[in-house]
Each structure stands twice: as structure tokens, then as C-alpha cells.
């Protein structure tokens, strides 16, 4: 069968709405059962690409406070719900 631990994870991606959490827009099954794909939301770039686009070391002070806020803000919003984590991405 299908893991537990992934229907969980699919649940609560699902769940979740946030503008600075990434979408999951349908799940896909391929041509097997155990072929099964989640389709998200296009991101230009994550954090460690837009580490290498910037070409500065370390971000200037009002990028790192965007960034931060982002993710407190997401992580609050996970919190709220009950929902706890392992790491974020």
C-alpha cells in the first residue's frame, strides 16, 4: 500500500493556505499505483538559487528581514493549526 507517513504529509500540504507556503495544486498517479506525483506551484527560485543569483555575501539587511519574516510568518501560520515540523524548506 500506499505510505502513511506521505497520505499524512499530502494532508496537510493540502491543507495548508498561505501566501508564503508553496501550493499543491492536484495529486497525479502515473501509469502504476506507486507512481504518484505532487503538483505544486511554480517558484522561480529557492533560497540557496537565490543565494547564487545574488552574487552578495551575506543579502543586505532588507532581504534578510523579508526572508525572515516569510518564514515566521508561514510558521506561524503552521502553528496555528496545530500542525508541527521537522525542518523547513
Known sequence: GFPIAALREIGVLLALSHECIV???????GEAFNKVF???EYMDMDLQEAMKRSGQAPFPQSELKNMLYQIL?????????WYLHRDLK
Open 23 to 29: 501550493t499543491v495544486r492536484e495529486m497525479v498517479v
Open 38 to 40: 505532487m503538483v505544486m
Open 73 to 81: 510568518s508561514a510558521t506561524q501560520h503552521i502553528h496555528e493549526r
